[in-house]
């Protein structure tokens, strides 16, 4: 740590070096405390800042330097305590209100601690306190891990805006929260700018709660801008800043609220009012009227062999108890797992593949023995819709549990998004040949099975039921915005065309020459007008969409950069993105390899990153039988690009599994990754599960198994 003297600033956290802030007259206990933290004499730090508190219990920096201690220590109740009194006595200390976050934080209080990171960032002027950056990322982490994605996106970009270091580390998250491909689409583009509110009576006023958001004066513009709302109506460009400012204070209740309101604007074009609808089913789905109901059900059971009775029903598959003992731990508060798990199967698709007994997975249940203070009981997720209904209805049946007492425990809200993509089970080994047309089957399957599910938005109907009526017409086109945003695994573009159409909704397509991003967000992805696009603007949505994973749209970006003219400054960098696209789309290894080696040439040209390109291709060479070739291809790779950072971290880890097998750990040395490449693609990328293939963890597989190469 550095050393402490006048020129340092304060502990007090006011923003001012010591020598001129009025803490000065105590620098030599500061410097005293200081060093026993340096040299981890906590318990000494703390005993002695505490001594001094008796005798000057007001102190600013005493409180600061005693907050940072206990939060080092991970003492809670203390910092909570301590953080409080600092507060109280220094409302206006940008120092205090991180303490304070930081606690709001830990606690779960996401909104106090938002509201209280940004209120620091104010108040902080141009001497932002080093502490920022963490309350941030904990922040950003926390509200991430809860699903609010969005949110999350904005804090990290206000980081991003505070200079360095803090650039650093908010660009860090910025860029773990694009690239997630498992979220939609919709939170991981930043939301539209208000619309021009011309010489509207209220223009002047929103002018200023513009002005406090660009302050970062977040509490303040949103007073300002509901007591505007209350006055002119729900305004399109009043709305539109007020969910900026829910969003960063992570209240998305009322942000899907905000967002319902802009659809029933008239003023709005029809593009935006189904941006802002599918936004609301991202944001509270259940709120918004997308989600499914599924009941946490117990059974009170009394027949003695029920248990034998289970594992006679052949729609029921059993699991490991662990699979569910933790979720069940949480809803149930019970410490004690089940003695029996099952899932829920059907057999489907029997007139294609009956040899491979495909079945379709649905819901859970699981059987607990009797206990001392507990009879026999059986725990279901039961659903009240679609398949998974049809499944837990027809064991129910078999079960006899129809005439037995059901005890309703919780009702859960699933999005439909999260409903429709359900996993099928394969028993017998499939042919290589066999899978590509599985795993359309299996996307047939789903799709019709998504069209029928009644939602509450739609009236309580399903898609099929309200194509063509056009008071549904921005809801519908909400949801297969909604739908696709999810990067749903092997669904194209031309996939949802296709269900555009067969559901009588058009898709939105928007010039390029206007700020499409600006416009409808995360949407822009889908609703460009390709066939009018200039190439600056196609080569940066490429690049856009392989960032962030839109996986739905990589073909019709790959058509139009075959077709457009390049021009010769960015002829490099249209190939190098192209191959890109194409890799993720090949679904032949060998035609993979070669890009791959396009690839890597393209990148040294342009003087970019080629590490993971390098490790790719390396895995696909293994996976494919050519070892000695793999192996010269990244012994010459790893001296030509030794300050690679990817490439580095993989060597490392290579070097690593060969010393664990060195000292006898079995299936991890001489083990490529190509095994667990294509085991992972398999199952999340096709949609099939096949519980006897080879482990991913065996020596073998990267050379036998089943050859197959999934793209990405």
């Known amino acids: 740590m550095a050393s402490l003297d006048q020129y340092s600033l304060c502990p007090c956290g006011n923003g001012k070096k010591i020598k001129f802030c009025k803490c000065h007259e105590h620098l030599p206990e500061m410097q005293d405390i200081y060093r026993m933290i340096s040299g981890e004499q906590n318990v000494a730090a703390l005993d002695r800042i505490n001594a001094n508190l008796k005798t000057m219990p007001s102190e600013p920096w005493l409180l600061a330097m005693k907050c940072d201690l206990l939060l080092r220590l991970g003492e809670l109740e203390p910092l909570e305590e301590t953080s409080a009194k600092f507060i109280r006595l220094q409302p206006d200390n940008p120092l205090a209100k991180l303490h304070r976050a930081m606690v709001a934080i830990v606690r779960g209080n996401t909104e106090e601690g938002a509201s209280l990171l940004l209120q620091s960032i104010a108040d902080s002027g141009e001497t932002i306190h080093p502490m ?47 690239s997630d491909a498992q979220s939609s689409s919709l939170l991981r583009e930043t939301i539209p700018s208000p619309v021009d509110p011309g010489d509207a009576p209220y223009a002047e006023r929103l002018d200023e709660a513009s002005s406090l958001i660009e302050a970062i004066r977040i509490n303040g513009a949103k007073t300002k801008l509901e007591s505007m709302i209350r006055e002119f109506g729900p305004q399109p460009a009043i709305l539109q800043a007020l969910l900026h400012c829910q969003l960063i204070l992570t209240d998305g209740e009322s942000a899907a609220a905000t967002c319902r309101k802009l659809t029933q604007c008239p003023d709005l074009p029809e593009h935006q009012k189904v941006y802002y609808q599918s936004l609301a089913f991202d944001l509270s789905p259940q709120s918004s009227g997308i989600s499914l109901k599924d009941d946490l059900v117990v059974y009170t059971i009394e027949d003695p062999e029920f248990e ?7 729609s029921l598959q059993p699991v490991p108890v662990d699979q569910l003992k933790e979720m069940l731990q949480m809803m149930l508060q019970e410490e004690v797992p089940p003695k029996v798990a099952y899932v829920c199967t059907d057999a489907v698709l029997q007139e294609q593949f009956a040899e491979s007994e495909p079945l379709r997975v649905g819901t859970w249940i699981a059987f607990y023995g009797k206990q001392t ?13 679609g398949y998974q209904k049809k499944q837990i209805d027809s064991i129910k049946s078999d079960l006899g549990l129809n005439s037995v007492k059901r005890e309703l425990i919780e009702q859960l809200h699933l999005p439909f998004v999260q409903r429709i993509s359900s996993q099928v089970m394969i028993r017998q080994q499939i042919p290589d040949e066999r899978r590509l047309a599985l795993s359309d089957a299996i996307k047939h399957l789903n799709t019709e099975e998504a069209l029928d ?38 669904f194209t573009d031309a996939d949802f065309d296709a269900i555009h159409k067969r559901l009588q909704v058009s898709e939105p397509k928007l010039s390029p020459e206007l700020d499409v991003f600006d416009l409808v967000g995360g949407a822009a992805y889908y609703w460009t007008d390709l066939a009018n696009i200039d190439p600056q603007s196609l080569i940066q949505l490429m690049q856009s969409s392989l960032t962030r994973g839109i996986a739905s749209m990589y073909q019709p970006l790959i058509d139009r950069a075959q077709s457009t003219q390049w021009p010769e400054e960015l002829r490099g960098s249209a190939e190098y993105t192209l191959h890109n696209l194409k890799v993720r789309v090949c679904s032949d290894p060998n035609e993979a390899e070669k890009l791959l080696a396009r690839i890597i ?9 080629i590490g993971s390109a390098i490790i ?12 000695g070739e793999a192996r010269v291809f990244l012994e010459n790779a790893v001296r030509e690009n030794s300050s690679d950072p990817t490439l580095m971290r993989y060597i490392q880890s290579l070097m690593q599994q060969s010393e664990m097998a060195a000292r006898g750990n079995s299936g991890l040395g001489g083990q490529s990754s190509a095994g667990n490449i294509a085991d992972a693609g398999g199952a999340n990328s096709s949609g099939i599960w096949t519980p006897d293939g080879p482990s991913s963890s065996s020596p073998d597989s990267a050379s036998g198994g089943s050859k197959l190469w999934v793209p990405d």
Not at 155 to 178: C, F, K, N, R, W
Not at 308 to 314: D, F, I, P, Q
Not at 373 to 385: G, H, Y
Not at 455 to 474: D, P, T
Request: glycine share 8%.
């Open 132 to 178: 920022t950056a963490m309350v941030g990322m904990n922040l950003i982490e926390f509200i991430g891990q809860r699903g609010s994605i969005l949110p999350a996106l904005l804090h990290a970009e206000t980081l991003m805006d505070l200079g360095q270091p803090m650039q650093q580390v908010g660009m860090s998250a910025y860029q773990s929260i694009v």
């Open 308 to 314: 034998s009775k289970l594992a006679t029903v052949k």
């Open 373 to 385: 203070d507990n009879p026999a009981r059986l725990v279901a997720l039961e659903a009240n819709s």
């Open 453 to 490: 599910i009644p939602l509450e938005c739609l009236g309580n109907q399903s898609m099929r039921e309200v194509a063509g009526k056009a008071e549904y017409r921005v809801a519908l086109q909400a949801v297969l915005l909604s739908w696709q945003a999810r990067n749903p695994s092997g």
């Open 601 to 609: 040439e393209s990148g040294k040209k342009l003087n970019v990153s």
């Open 616 to 627: 790719e291709r390396f895995e696909l060479l293994s996976m494919l039988g050519r070892h």
